[in-house]
C-alpha cells in the first residue's frame, strides 16, 4: 500500500458513504455546510479573483464547496474518497452543465505525485480533522499549487469549548451534524496547523475564526479562532523545496 492510499481512514469514508445521498439537501444532514458556504466563499475571494482560476478541491465530499467555485467562474477539480459523495456530487454538477466541473476518486497525495504545481489554488477545507495524517495532506497542498499561489485551509481548533459545540452541541444536541462526524483528537491546534504549512513552505496571509449561529444560520468571520478557523496560505515565487 502506497503512502497516498494509506493516508485514508476507512471508517471515515464509510460514513460519508452512508450519506451519499443526503449531500444535496438543504434541510439534510450537511446542511450547515451548505450555511458557511457562502462565508468561506467570501474569504477566498477575498484573496484571489476566483474567476478564471485553476483549481483543486481537496476532500470534496458532495461538492458543495467545489461547485460553488465553478460557479463563481474557477475551473475546478474535487476530489474525495468517498465514492457515495463523489457521485453525488458528480450528479449534481450534471444539473449545471456549462460549468467547468469535475470529479476524480484520488487523495491530494496521489494527485500532488502526478500534478505538481499544476494549480492557481487549493481548497481543503472541513476535510483535515478525517484524515490520520493532516500534514501529509497539507504538503500534498503545498506541492499541488503553483508558484505565487494560494492554499485555503479549515479545521476545528482541539479546546474543549470546541468539544463542546462542534461534537456535543452540533451533534447530539442540535444535530447539525450526523453523529459520529467529528472525533475531538484529530481537532488541530492553529499552530499545528501553521508548522504542517510552514514546512512546506507555505506563508500565512490570514487567519480567521467562523461562528456558526445555528438560529440565523449564518456565518460570520471573527477574531476567536477557539472553535472553527479558516487560514489563507501563500506559496513562494520559487518552487524549490524550503531549505
Request: net charge negative.
Amino acid at each position: 500500500m502506497t503512502q497516498a492510499r494509506a493516508n485514508v481512514d476507512t471508517a471515515e469514508i464509510g460514513h460519508f458513504d452512508a450519506f451519499g445521498e443526503d449531500w444535496w439537501r438543504a434541510d439534510g444532514g450537511f446542511r450547515t455546510l451548505h450555511d458557511i458556504n457562502p462565508t468561506r466563499i467570501d474569504f477566498i475571494r477575498s484573496h484571489i479573483p476566483i474567476t478564471g482560476m485553476r483549481g483543486v478541491d481537496i476532500g470534496c465530499g458532495g461538492g458543495i464547496l467545489t461547485e460553488a467555485l465553478a460557479r463563481a467562474g474557477a475551473d475546478m477539480l474535487g476530489i474525495d474518497m468517498s465514492e457515495a459523495a463523489i457521485r453525488a456530487a458528480q450528479t449534481h454538477g450534471e444539473l449545471t452543465p456549462n460549468l467547468t466541473l469535475r470529479y476524480a476518486l484520488t487523495t491530494a497525495e496521489a494527485l500532488a505525485e502526478q500534478h505538481a504545481h499544476a494549480y492557481d489554488f487549493v481548497t481543503c477545507l472541513e476535510m483535515l480533522e478525517h484524515v490520520p495524517e493532516p500534514a501529509a495532506v497539507i504538503a500534498a497542498c503545498a506541492r499541488l499549487v503553483r508558484p505565487g499561489g494560494y492554499v485555503f485551509l479549515s479545521t476545528i481548533n482541539r479546546t474543549p469549548k470546541a468539544y463542546a459545540l462542534a461534537v456535543l452541541g452540533a451533534e447530539y444536541v442540535l444535530g447539525l451534524l450526523p453523529r459520529g462526524t467529528h472525533d475531538y483528537a484529530r481537532f488541530l491546534r492553529p499552530s499545528e496547523l501553521d508548522a504542517a504549512a510552514r514546512d512546506g513552505g507555505l506563508s500565512l496571509e490570514e487567519l480567521r475564526g467562523m461562528h456558526y449561529d445555528p438560529l440565523s444560520r449564518r456565518a460570520s468571520l471573527g477574531n476567536d479562532v477557539s472553535v472553527n478557523y479558516l487560514a489563507a496560505y501563500l506559496a513562494p515565487e520559487s518552487s524549490e523545496p524550503p531549505a
